[in-house]
């Protein structure tokens, strides 16, 4: 029987405070001052992705998409994802990463499992793809490109903080999988409502207590092969 599984992907399959992160990291900035206005409500989650855009593009005037692309090269993935996403793939289930994070770290990961069909725009899709759909459905945040290859101001914005559970109800409904069949795996308080909408939660790698009050597991590692026995115990239950 076939089970939809949801990754949250900043500090779940990217063992990293965040892909963003990453990125300020390499760039040697700090979103420090974005962060705070949104933690004190004067910050929306849209005005937010427009002002570490424009941090981005300040630090280097002339940035591309190409150079993004560059920046988020080497991010380092979570221990044992490869084993964990080898066996949901193999076992035929589906696979959605649901995240706020840049979507070219989520592209490398969906890249992992390719679809035996070419490349078509569809929902939970990935653009520019290498020739081949994946078999993933990615819905993340990021950057978007200006026909003349450089950043625009206005950023790619399909995951809100705390709109994940809708997401997840729509995969639902699209591949008829029920909420009885579905598994969530995230970190923080904006995964709660993936949570909601699972049969089994699991708070991985908790990044504060909220998201443990709400989930029905918790995983207190850094290895995905931990999330993996939970998820076999769950569908072989």
């Given at each position: 029987m076939k089970y939809l599984i949801c990754f949250d992907m900043d500090r779940v399959l990217v063992d990293h405070l965040s892909t963003w992160q990453y990125v300020y990291d390499k760039l040697e900035i700090s979103n420090h001052e974005a962060f705070e206005l949104y933690n004190q409500g004067k910050?929306?989650?849209?005005?937010?992705?427009?002002?570490?855009?424009?941090?981005?593009?300040?630090?280097?005037?002339?940035?591309?998409?190409?150079?993004?692309?560059?920046l988020c090269v080497g991010t380092p993935l979570m221990a044992g994802i490869k084993d964990c996403l080898d066996w949901i793939i193999s076992n035929g289930h589906e696979v959605a990463i649901i995240s706020g994070g840049m979507q070219e770290t989520a592209r490398e990961i969906a890249c992992m499992y390719p679809?035996?069909?070419?490349?078509?725009?569809?929902?939970g899709g990935i653009n520019r793809h290498r020739g081949f759909d994946t078999k993933f459905h990615v819905f993340t945040n990021g950057w978007l490109e200006r026909n003349d290859g450089t950043i625009d101001n206005f950023g790619r914005y399909q995951v809100q903080m705390n709109g994940k559970g809708s997401i997840v109800k729509m995969l639902q409904r699209r591949l008829g999988i029920s909420k009885e069949r579905t598994i969530s795996i995230g970190d923080s308080a904006g995964d709660i409502g993936m949570f909601e909408e699972s049969e089994l939660s699991i708070c991985f790698n908790p990044w504060d207590e909220k998201p443990v009050a709400i989930a029905k597991k918790t995983i207190r590692s850094r290895n995905l092969i931990d999330?993996?026995?939970?998820?076999?115990n769950q569908i072989k239950g």
């Open positions: 910050l929306d989650e849209w005005d937010w992705l427009k002002m570490d855009l424009a941090l981005i593009k300040q630090a280097h005037g002339d940035i591309t998409d190409e150079k993004m692309r560059e679809a035996e069909h070419p490349w078509r725009r569809r929902w999330v993996l026995e939970a998820v076999k």
